[in-house]
């Protein structure tokens, strides 16, 4: 009884949110369109509005199962890896994770430009210009790749720099190095995924990454516990089924494109020496700034999680269940974003504003209401979830579960800023976002994540309202960025 009261509490409060941007929804469409406000155009802008967030969501619903599908890997992994008797692995696993998508989202922001532009390109009838994204995201793939790899290499043989527990740097380090090799076929797959994307053909980049993490599960099962005859590796045989699974995703997703006959149209022939340094620059100029937001957000969550190693096992245990969760929820959220970046970048190639506007309002409120929907289950079904990383260990439960309340303003805070990261970026606009997140999670998250855990009596619980007001802080200056974008004197086609 009390489960229901709470879901149509919060129900009530999500319904009170979407009526408090109603008006602000009214005044910019009365702008646009020069209309009056009455009865009849309100009921029109909510069916109207109401009727985007449904395309939205069609859009972005199975670019969201690919991206949780993704993420699950990892989760996966924690999974598995905490059923084993010790806590040091499960860390283990958390901080070298953190890591690999430390240096990873760098090789994800810079292809998840593609699907803007290959939107862009379609919607203004250069199909051909679409097929030459994808060619030169496959070449960076593998240069790119190949580049964050050693540098995962590297910094695995370095791993005492971040002044883990003993435990956690004997574990860590081969488990990082075999992960690190996964990233080349990642970037491969995220090249062509993004291109499909961009095309508005995001079902089988889904079913692929359904597969792959299929792959990884049994493979976990295999490796970590030694099953049909194989010697138990533990975490580092978590790290193996990881990389097995991204080179089949890699393989089924190349197959598929270039054997599908609705991409014909948009590949240039292959064996023409076709010159795409055109499209490579476009790709990095918008992808390395991309990039870098996603590494000064993800470097927040590594600096967080190496300070929670500092105080306990047990704390950076909750903390890894923690993040995991957070991880999945952004997903949903990075599902929105693609999807509006798609729009919006579709809009602009035709020059409508109104139609950019629209998407780019449209993004935010679905992501409002999922990131609510979230809150919800996790208010709810919160210590179910965590039982299922640890169920040998009160500690880690009752850290992680103490947590959970400050998810309902984190989920919110979250969501926004990756949707106003993607519509911006449907407008080619990365450079001030770049520096908006700079000064968000470096000058406002990391300094009061820090002085809540150690200069107050909250410790993990500090650590994570910090992160929650640097993410509050970048959703505000992003969405005002795009509403100083899409002025009528400043937006340019």
Known sequence: MVYIQCFFYFVEKSLDILFVFLPTIIQIERRINRIMISPKSVRFYIQLYWGEILKMLRLSFPIIVAQISSVLMGVVDSIMVGKLDADAPLAAAGVANIVFILVACIGIGVFATISPLVAKARSSGREQECGLYLYSGLKLSLSLGF?????????????????????????????????????????????????????????????????????????????????????????????????????????????????????????????????????????????????????????????????????????????????????????????????????????????????????????????????????????????????????????VTQIATALLFIFIFYLLADGIQAVGVGILRGLSDVNIPTIITLLAYWAVGIPASYFLSKKTDLGVQGIWIGLTLGLATSAVLLTLRFVFLTRKEKLKF
């Not at 996964?182 to 062509?192: E, K, N």
């Not at 909750?318 to 970046?341: D, E, W």
Request: one cysteine or more.
């Open 147 to 395: 580049i964050l790899m050693l540098i995962l290499v590297f910094i695995s043989y370095n791993f005492h720099w971040f002044g883990q527990k003993p435990e956690v740097n004997s574990l860590a380090p081969s488990y990082l190095r075999v992960i690190a090799f996964s990233i080349i076929p990642m970037t491969f797959f995220l090249a062509v995924k993004h291109f499909s994307d961009g095309l508005g053909v995001t079902i089988p980049a889904m079913v692929i990454t359904v597969v792959g993490l299929l792959i990884n599960v049994v493979f976990n099962w295999v490796l970590i516990y030694g099953k049909l005859g194989f010697a138990a590796m533990g975490l580092y045989g978590s790290g193996l089924a990881t990389l097995i699974a991204r080179v089949v995703m890699a393989c089924l997703m190349i197959v598929y494109v270039l054997e599908s006959k609705f991409f014909q149209a948009y590949l240039p022939n292959i064996l023409e020496n076709h010159s795409t340094r055109s499209q490579a620059k476009q790709i990095l100029q918008l992808g390395i700034p991309s990039g870098m937001q996603y590494f000064f957000e993800t470097g927040v969550f590594v600096f967080c999680t190496i300070s929670t190693g500092w105080l306990a096992v047990e704390a950076l245990a909750a903390h890894t269940i923690i993040l995991n969760i957070a991880t999945i929820t952004y997903m949903v959220a990075a599902g929105v974003s693609f999807a509006g970046a798609i729009s919006v970048g579709s809009a602009f190639g035709i020059g409508s504003r109104t139609r950019i506007i629209r998407a780019g309002i449209a993004s935010i409120l679905l992501v409002g209401l999922l990131m609510l929907f979230a809150s919800i289950f996790l208010q709810v079904f919160g210590q179910d979830v965590i039982s299922m990383y640890k169920n040998n260990s009160p500690a």
